[in-house]
């Protein structure tokens, strides 16, 4: 594995860099790509963001959106662009199983390989990485990585509201259990670069078409159930709903029903489970000491934060739903616990 002072070296000269991505990106996702593009940009590289999929309309707004290379629709130029890198950049994933078709490109180029994340185990296929499961987000990192490089004076109000958008994305808008103060102080910094938080906040948390709204309120109504004694409640979604509303799951954004889920007095733990002609996609939220990251991790292929994690599965949505039941039980005393 590289040093750090390798890292710093191997920058200080004009390179071509290619930021990568997960599937579907989300907010820290995109946050933490456009944030170290427009960051390499003024270093002086050649810069190239490339993203495995589509991702919600609510982050079409941030600042270098328009540069983004999208996978599915430009494959070829996607994998010609890693394979002309001379540094790749793994972004909020550490796996290459998460970024389908791109994955192969990553691991088969020359380039200099790069890891910035946060999430449990990462693979090891990386020169360098920056990996910390104590931070709150990708985005919290690369804002340390900038600090690292000794370039807090390129910190422009386009790159401090990237990495707001990240940090209030992947910590829900500071909702989530947090296992420092440092985000709370980033935040702070940021808003000295010149960031808008609430405008920042509208265009995430309030920028959705009336087709999704009718949808999640569709889910809430007619595929939730609830489990009252334990404090849990789960949303079931099949291939036939998002038909009927015309939803789109590359880019459908999950967080809105979560949150509108999660906002039930007395809900401790609400899981969503999606079918989408695949695995599983499975998303937790919990509260307080309920820890859906280890839950996650031990039963589902998955991970995340303690509060918010995601996994899959590669049966059905009913028999996801009946193991999902049948575990349940361990995460019993943490339910109940007020």
Same mark, same amino acid.
């Given at each position: 594995m ?5 890292v710093?070296q ?6 071509k860099?290619?930021?990568?991505n997960?599937?579907n ?8 790509a456009?944030?170290?593009?427009h ?10 963001v490339?993203?495995?999929t589509q ?5 079409h707004?941030l ?13 070829q ?12 950049f ?15 490109a ?8 790069i890891?910035?994340d946060?999430?449990l ?5 990386v020169d ?6 104590q ?6 990192l ?16 386009d790159?401090a ?5 990240g940090?209030i ?5 500071f ?12 935040a702070?910094e ?23 709204l ?18 849990t409640?789960?949303i ?17 954004e999950? %967080? ?7 906002s039930?007095r ?9 079918e989408?002609g695949?695995p599983v ?16 991790n ?6 995340g934060?303690?509060?918010?994690? %995601? ?16 575990l349940?039980p361990?995460l ?7």
């Amino acid at each position: 594995m590289m040093q750090f002072d390798e890292v710093r070296q191997l920058l200080s000269q004009k390179r071509k860099i290619v930021l990568t991505n997960h599937n579907n990106p989300d907010g820290d996702a995109m946050g933490s790509a456009l944030a170290l593009y427009h960051f390499f940009m003024k270093m002086g590289h050649e810069v190239n963001v490339v993203v495995p999929t589509q991702y919600h309309e609510s982050l079409h707004w941030l600042p270098g959106n328009d540069t983004v290379i999208v996978a599915e629709n430009s494959l070829q130029m996607a994998i010609d662009l890693v394979n002309e890198a001379e540094v790749v950049f793994s972004l909020d994933y550490n796996g290459l199983d998460r970024i389908s078709f791109v994955g192969n490109a990553i691991e088969s180029c020359s380039a200099v390989k790069i890891m910035i994340d946060h999430h449990l185990q990462p693979d090891e296929f990386v020169d360098y990485a920056l990996h910390n499961t104590q931070s709150s987000s990708t985005v919290e990192l690369v804002y340390e990585f900038i600090l690292m490089l000794d370039q807090e004076a390129l910190i422009d109000v386009d790159i401090a509201t990237c990495i707001y958008t990240g940090l209030i994305s992947d910590t829900g808008r500071f909702k989530h259990a947090l296992f420092t103060r440092r985000p709370f102080e980033i935040a702070a910094e940021l808003y000295d670069k010149g960031i808008d938080p609430g405008e920042i906040s509208r265009q995430i948390f309030d920028s959705f078409r009336e087709k999704e709204l009718r949808f999640n309120c569709y889910c809430i109504s007619e595929k939730m159930t609830m489990l009252p004694e334990q404090n849990t409640a789960y949303i079931t979604i099949e291939q036939s709903d998002m038909d009927r509303f015309g939803i789109d799951y590359k880019t459908f954004e999950s %967080g809105a029903l979560l949150a509108q889920g999660m906002s039930i007095r007395g809900i401790k733990l609400l899981v969503l489970f999606i079918e989408r002609g695949g695995p599983v996609k499975i998303s937790f939220r919990s509260r307080g000491d309920v820890n859906v990251r280890d839950f996650a991790n031990a039963h589902f292929d998955g991970g995340g934060h303690k509060n918010a994690s %995601g996994g899959r599965s590669n049966v059905n949505v009913s028999a996801t739903v009946e193991r999902f039941l049948s575990l349940l039980p361990e995460l019993n005393e943490s339910l109940q616990m007020v």
